[in-house]
């Protein structure tokens, strides 16, 4: 079945740092790939998405590609901050009859000052 | 435009009782979906509705049941409270959610806690 794989955490980094977290699918159509993200107490948030192969998502300076050759949609943030301190969440959706999202694990990411 | 309200956002019952859970999507949008999220599980597929149509089900057992109403306000329901039910519930909507690239948007949740 369609399936997400993420990175292990927690991921704790210093403020500035580069930030990475590894996201590879498994889908047997042509999934939309999503990143949410979840502050303590709170609920999803989408961070952002891409539709199609070499779509680039990008969002509050995060980024991710959308590799239809590995199935990967990795994130990335260039310098974080501590108001980046959150869970991290890689989902799929393939929807034409599946109106599903489908979650990696999620990484928390702590960002220290 | 108001976001996807969820009620309670908190709630402790006890083994055997029984919860529902309320969820008022974003103006406009048709699509409800619920999610489970436990530390254990992670996140969770429950059911999601269309034009008061369940279309899709997560793999839940029987005691998880839901319904949308005309208006696309969406309830679920969990009967017979096990200790294992105790989660977040998560509510999602979105216009139609026919395409795949439609964007979920999600409440706050609902925290339940069984005793």
């Known amino acids: 079945g369609d399936s997400v794989t993420q990175m292990e955490g927690p991921v704790t980094l210093s403020e500035e740092a580069c930030l990475t977290i590894?996201?590879?699918?498994?889908?047997?159509?042509?999934?939309?790939l999503f990143w949410y993200v979840q502050y303590p107490g709170e609920g999803l948030q989408l961070l952002l998405k891409?539709?199609?192969?070499?779509d680039k998502g990008s969002n509050k300076g995060f980024e991710a590609t959308y590799r239809k050759e590995t199935t990967s949609f990795h994130l990335e943030k260039g310098s974080v901050q501590v108001s980046d301190s959150a869970v991290y969440f890689c989902?799929?959706?393939?929807?034409?009859?599946?109106?599903?999202?489908?979650f990696g694990a999620g990484t928390t990411v702590t960002v220290r000052a | 435009k108001a976001g996807v309200t969820q009620t309670p956002r908190y709630l402790i019952k006890t083994r055997g009782q029984q919860v529902t859970l309320s969820c008022s999507p974003i103006?406009?949008?048709?699509?409800v979906s619920w999610y489970q999220q436990t530390p254990g599980q992670g996140l969770q597929f429950l059911f999601e509705?269309?034009?008061?149509?369940?279309?899709n089900k997560g793999n839940f057992p029987g005691r998880f049941s839901g319904r949308q109403f005309s208006n696309s306000r969406s309830e679920m329901n969990v009967s017979t409270l096990e200790l294992g039910d105790s989660a977040l519930y998560l509510c999602?909507?979105?216009?139609?959610?026919?395409?795949?690239?439609?964007?979920?948007?999600f409440g706050a949740g609902s925290r339940l806690t069984v005793l």
């Open positions: 989902a799929l959706r393939l929807g034409s009859n599946d109106y599903k999202l489908s």
């Open positions: 590894n996201c590879t699918y498994t889908a047997t159509g042509y999934p939309s």
């Open positions: 891409a539709t199609k192969a070499d």
């Open positions: 103006s406009g949008h048709r699509s």
């Open positions: 999602a909507s979105s216009p139609t959610g026919y395409s795949g690239a439609n964007v979920l948007t």
């Open positions: 509705y269309f034009s008061e149509t369940q279309r």
